[in-house]
């Protein structure tokens, strides 16, 4: 199907969970399909694919022009990346066309073992502005899936200013976190959604209604402007769902992108509809409680949470059992043409050419027939038989003599021969070599003399940390922290609409810890939208003249923005920079991280054998079990434009606090108790911090000086008696 001249040409992309889903979706149109293999996959529960299933669908999608990417989006544990070459290795031989990645050191030992092969970002690695796209372009990623928060307008934004392909979701779940940016699962269950194993918990009842249950996406009826947009890539969420769903969605898809695109009119925007019968089918193939338009032109809702139920709509029986029956079985053939020369005393000659590529073998000689000779119609029959290949012989030429005599078995056997070759040869292009073992062997070998860390110090470095101000002066009293690390948005200010940071508040504050001799940190926000740097220019004098002695950030598009500032102060990466194993360490320090965060999903043999060349580790502090576009005030109520902290109960009677940003737009949900250690025996005995935190989200004034207290005993290696109920998080078990 031909496209207009000057439409932007669009890759629909769906999803597959096992072969036969993957069949269907190309049946149904699919431009490109991802999947998970055997390992390192963010649907682990999935049945997903063996590694012959992926070599095989790899050819399946070459020969019918398709491309086949692999999940790889998981972060991985020191004990699995040295798995990483053997895994990726024959799948890189054998053609796959990209894998999606959210681990830094993942993408570090691909591009130095497999330097050609296309690495996708993937939406876990939270990628929600300019500068983080930058920083993945310098890293040699070649396409980007971004946060699925992100607006239509930043889209647009992100892909004029960086020119990087860009893969948005169009149908499917919604989280109710920002991907990547997500505890929940792992924490209150053990079940980690950054090791592919998420269990659900935004799906439970919170205050007994569903207010962290994001309905489904579905944006059949915006498709123009996505289009428009700059899209590359259109994704369809689902591997864990049906061949049917997955065939019936990207068929819908697949009709409205090629008639938009085909259609020549100026005015083809405006005259753009979606049949109804359409719509409901997308509605008939399973709907959580019906859908939204994601937030393509909304920031947040109530319209785009179930609040009243969280599950599925049941699927009408009817139209799955339709679905199943148009797209699975054997896909449209490709259309072949054929020749056959077969003289006695001639070895038999068997020529196929489909899409531009040809074939041709020899087989046994021609006899002269005894008796009954093999008459054309006989040759053509046998030719026909192309089977469970991906070709059908549209035109058969077939030059021979009248009196010869070929086994039905000869026809067969060069008739398979012949349709191998032509395969092999259509994949061939797609082929490469591995060779780079030893590279890998040198990334990931035991590495020694990586610590680099100051032993002389009795007592490593004190980080206090506040999310509110109205703290500071019980902390800087204390005489405790050694850094006290401030959240940029304690001072803003609220002028023209708009909240901006204030320069002269952050130097009166910087004065007063330097006045005690401890230096001054600034947080900067977990999540950075709507060109936050650029709207705070002010912050560039502060980082770069003024007195900020360090920064915590949490993102890649905050690690961009101060390299290019030329920052000279300590860079502290925060728990969702994910350093589960030593390459994503080595490949973050390199980046400009100056200090890491201990990783909250190790245990403490783990952590033990993480090499750190800096590292923080989290004393006390409530867990950030969420980072959220929507916000709970807004659900229940309204909006009220006003930072504060809400609760919300889970079944059990759980309080977990919600913190509001109201200057970016954003809630964090806190788990319901801190993490508290309370002495140095329960600090895996084999890691030397930097520094320990001290992190005070929602405690009030009384309960701030009870832990300054009891963390002043600690620090003389006293042992005090735990007043309150806490968590050690995973340090004993840890998550699969």
């Not at 549209?394 to 003599?401: K, R």
Request: glycine share 8%.
């Amino acid at each position: 199907m031909e496209n207009c001249k000057d439409s932007k040409k669009t890759e629909l992309l769906a999803p597959a969970g096992d072969y036969e889903c993957f069949l269907s979706a190309v049946k149904a149109g699919a431009d490109a399909v991802y999947v998970g293999g055997p390992k390192f996959g963010a649907r682990a529960y999935a049945v997903n694919f063996t590694q012959d299933e992926l070599l095989k669908a790899a050819d399946h999608a070459h020969i019918h022009g398709r491309k086949l990417y692999l999940t790889v989006n998981t972060v991985l544990k020191n004990r699995e990346i040295t798995e990483l070459y053997d895994y990726i290795s024959p799948l890189y031989e054998g053609g796959i066309d990209g894998v999606i990645v959210q681990d830094a050191g993942v993408i570090r030992a691909l591009r130095g073992s497999f330097p050609d092969l296309h690495i996708h970002a993937s939406t876990q690695m939270a990628i929600t502005g300019k500068e983080g796209v930058l920083l993945l372009k310098d890293m040699g990623i070649r396409r980007v899936v971004p946060a699925r928060e992100l607006s239509l307008k930043e889209i647009k934004e992100i892909r004029k200013e960086t020119g990087m392909e860009l893969e948005c979701f169009i149908h499917g779940a919604l989280c109710y976190s920002y991907s990547g940016k997500c505890l929940f699962s792992s924490i209150a269950g053990g079940r980690s959604g950054n090791r592919g194993r998420c269990a659900g918990p935004c799906r439970l009842p919170y205050n007994d209604q569903y207010i962290l249950s994001a309905k489904d996406i579905s944006t059949i009826d915006i498709l123009p402007d996505l289009i428009e947009a700059g899209i590359s890539s259109f994704k369809i969420e689902g591997r864990m769902k049906s061949r049917e769903y997955v065939a019936g969605v990207t068929g819908i898809y697949r009709k409205y992108i090629d008639m938009y695109l085909t259609e020549c009119n100026d005015d083809k925007k405006q005259k753009y509809r979606v049949d109804e019968e359409d719509l409901r089918e997308l509605d008939e193939l399973y709907t959580r409680s019906g859908h939204c338009r994601g937030y393509y032109y909304y920031h947040n809702g109530a319209d785009m949470i179930t609040v009243s139920r969280p599950g599925y709509d049941s699927a009408d029986d009817e139209r799955m059992k339709v679905l199943f029956n148009k797209y699975t079985g054997q896909d449209d053939k490709l259309k072949c043409t054929g020749y056959i020369r077969a003289f006695v005393g001639e070895p038999l000659l068997a020529r196929v050419e489909c899409s531009g590529k040809r074939a041709e073998c020899i087989g046994e000689v021609v006899e002269k027939a005894l008796k009954q000779p093999t008459s054309e119609e006989n040759i053509k029959k046998q030719f026909l038989k192309t089977g469970d290949t991906p070709y059908k012989l549209e035109e058969l030429v077939i030059d021979s003599g009248n009196d010869i005599f070929i086994p039905v078995s000869a026809l067969n056997s060069l008739r398979r021969q012949v349709f191998e070759l032509l395969k092999d040869k259509m994949t061939l292009p797609y082929k490469r070599r591995s060779d780079n073992r030893s590279a890998f062997n040198n990334m990931t070998s035991e590495k020694t003399g990586s610590d680099i860390k100051d032993l002389s110090k009795a007592f490593p470095d004190v980080n206090i940390r506040l999310d509110s101000i109205k703290l500071f002066d019980t902390v800087l009293d204390s005489g405790l922290g050694d850094i006290i690390s401030i959240d940029v948005k304690e001072f803003n200010r609220y002028e023209k609409n708009t909240y901006a940071v204030d320069k002269d508040l952050i130097i009166k504050t910087a004065e007063k810890i330097h006045a005690k001799g401890s230096r001054f940190f600034l947080a900067l926000p977990p999540v950075i939208r709507h060109c936050f740097f650029d709207r705070n220019k002010v912050l560039s004098d502060i980082l770069t003249e003024g007195p900020v002695d360090g920064v915590i950030i949490d993102n890649y598009e905050s690690l961009y923005y101060l390299g290019k500032l030329g920052f000279k102060g300590r860079v502290t990466g925060d728990v969702h920079l994910y350093c589960t194993n030593d390459l994503a360490a080595e490949a973050l320090h390199e980046l400009g991280i100056d200090v890491l965060t201990y990783p909250l999903e190790l245990n403490a043999g783990e952590l033990n054998h993480l090499k750190l060349k800096k590292g923080e580790f989290i004393l006390y502090g409530r867990a950030p079990m969420m980072i959220s576009a929507q916000c709970t005030q807004k659900t229940i109520d309204k909006c009220i434009k006003d930072n504060g902290v809400s609760d919300i109960r889970d079944r059990f009677g759980n309080e977990f606090p919600v913190v509001r940003n109201c200057g970016e737009c954003y809630n964090t949900v806190l788990n319901c108790v801190p993490t508290m250690f309370a002495s140095k025996k329960e600090i895996p005995s084999d890691i030397t911090p930097d520094s320990y935190r001290i992190h005070f989200t929602v405690e009030d004034r009384d309960e701030t000086e009870r832990v300054l207290d009891f963390y002043r005993a600690f620090k003389r290696g006293e042992e005090n008696e735990v007043f309150r109920k806490r968590t050690l998080l995973h340090l004993k078990r840890g998550v699969e």
